[in-house]
């Protein structure tokens, strides 16, 4: 069954498709059946760098050996630099063989931060490829059981949360996410996102457990041309990107050479909210004839729990605006439910609970893993379940929409605002490609909403007052050439934030300093 369809319904949820139970119970066994299964075709492919499967299988051992020298034993946590190398993926796959959790660190984030992380994870050590070993020791391995990696997340009162995830629900996703990218062994996975979020899981394992090839990318953000170039270099044939840079790519698509796209068949995007205009960009563009797949799914639920699949040609669904996040992975099982707990009626708005692969749980946080992980009884049966504390409903049989965050909202004169549903409706203005919507300092001293415009700013008071009540109105707007995006291709809010205040702050020196 293709991804977002129509799925059959369970009494109070929305049935699971069964997943075919994978034959390896940790992610070094997928390594390991790799070496067995396809000893000579190319696995890992980066600066420098190209291993088949059998001298992967052999380096991810020496560095395991090396590690086990140094003292990581396991059940020990230890933090892997995420440089975007692809000796840092060798550094991942090697700290799980010795049987240790691995906890990515991003190499760019300040030396404070990732000291703090380190200390809260209580990182062992830092595992680094370049280690050799004197002799060579047997890994006692991991088990099922056992935590495969921790990725930290944002949390409340600026505290970042780490989401640990174990090996048995790791290579069951691997093995769900292969089979809804239709993954097989001639596949060429691009590995985009930087190891320390939790996609980066989802480009390198599901590929392996297929027989493909990651492709690791250079460090700096590719734009529209460069990325091209790349797909071609390397036959790429699968890219999962963010959305908001995959909405930056089709700004710049012109520049885009289509015969560069010829190996590409598909493209998965996630981590933001896609519009529907975002589609008939897509179908405008060189990328109308690869299929695009919608992702959704916390860190919580072990990256993608649904997925939306296009081709240039299906008709698109009748939503509020926003392209679905589709149904269910295989061996997952979603619910929506009221404020009470109970199922919602078929196309009535609840909150999606998640069942079926998941997260362990919070590090060193089991106060907040039993606030989030929580187990629900529906029609006499129990169910552990990730409350996702996203406002989701069914736009068509087993298929959901996302509406937005029910704790992520903010207050303006009084008013509880979703930011989500502002940027929805003037990213649907004529002209407008990107917006991003955030609260700033008013000169009054109260907060105001202001509004980031990629495009043609015009059209959008005229057209957005048509959909949105006064207090929902930006009170400033102001125009660039893109959004500020993070290194992991989502946007940068907080320099969303910077670069609205500066510029309103310039247009009012601007009038006070002009002649009477």
Not at 264 to 280: K, N, Q
Not at 331 to 356: C, F, T
Not at 446 to 465: F, H, K, W, Y
């Amino acid at each position: 069954m293709r991804p977002g369809r129509a799925q059959s319904r369970a009494p109070g949820g929305i049935e699971e498709r069964r997943i075919v139970e994978p034959p390896y119970e940790t992610l070094d066994g997928v390594l390991r059946r790799g070496a067995a299964a396809w000893p000579d075709r190319p696995a890992l492919i980066g600066e420098a760098i190209r291993l088949s499967y059998a001298e992967l299988d052999a380096r991810v051992g020496a560095l395991a050996s090396a590690l086990l020298e140094a003292g990581l034993e396991p059940g020990d946590r230890a933090a892997v630099m995420a440089d975007g190398t692809a000796g840092a993926v060798l550094a991942l796959a090697a700290t799980m063989r010795v049987g240790a959790c691995a906890v990515p660190i991003d190499a760019a984030h300040p030396d404070a931060r990732r000291a703090e992380a380190m200390r809260d994870a209580g990182c062992r050590m830092v595992v680094s490829p370049g280690l050799v070993a004197t002799t060579v020791a047997t890994p006692a391995g991991a088990g099922p059981d056992t935590p495969a990696y921790a990725i930290y997340t944002s949390g409340s009162a600026g505290r970042p949360k780490a989401v640990a995830v174990g090996h048995a629900a790791a290579v069951r996703h691997a093995a769900a996410a292969a089979e809804c990218f239709g993954l097989t062994p001639d596949d060429r996975v691009l590995q985009f996102a930087s190891l320390s979020f939790d996609v980066a899981q989802e480009e390198i394992w599901p590929t392996w457990s297929a027989g493909g090839t990651v492709v690791t990318r250079p460090r700096e953000v590719l734009h529209a041309a460069a990325l091209g170039r790349l797909v071609a270099e390397y036959g790429l044939t699968v890219l999962q990107l963010p959305t908001a840079y995959w909405r930056a790519l089709l700004a710049d698509a012109a520049l885009i050479h289509p015969s560069d796209l010829r190996t590409l068949r598909l493209v998965v995007i996630g981590g933001e909210a896609a519009s529907l205009a975002d589609v008939h960009r897509w179908r405008d563009s060189p990328f109308r004839d690869i299929d695009l797949v919608n992702g959704y799914g916390p860190t919580e639920c072990v990256v993608t729990a649904t997925a939306f699949r296009l081709t240039g040609t299906d008709p698109l669904p009748v939503t509020g605006g926003g392209l679905p996040i589709g149904s269910a992975l295989p061996g997952r099982r979603l619910w929506i439910l009221d404020d009470a707990g109970h199922p919602v009626v078929p196309g009535a708005a609840g909150e999606l609970y998640v069942g079926g692969i998941l997260a362990d749980g919070y590090l060193n946080q089991p106060e907040l893993t039993a606030d989030r992980f929580r187990e629900i009884e529906i029609d006499g049966e129990r169910h552990r379940t990730y409350r996702t504390g996203d406002l989701v409903r069914e736009c068509e049989p087993g298929v959901l929409e996302f509406l937005g965050r029910l704790d992520n909202q903010i207050k303006v004169r009084g008013y509880r605002v979703e930011l989500e549903e502002i940027d929805a409706v003037l990213r649907d203005c004529p002209g407008v490609q990107d917006v991003a919507t955030v609260l700033i300092p008013a000169p009054s001293g109260e907060s105001m909403l202001a509004t980031l415009i990629v495009g043609d700013a015009a059209s959008v008071t005229r057209e957005a007052s048509r959909r949105l009540p006064a207090y929902m109105m930006p009170a400033a707007t102001v125009t660039a050439e893109r959004l500020p995006l993070t290194t992991a291709g989502k946007v940068d809010r907080p320099a969303v934030q910077a670069l609205l205040v500066k510029a309103l702050a310039t247009r009012r020196s601007s009038r006070v300093g002009s002649p009477a």
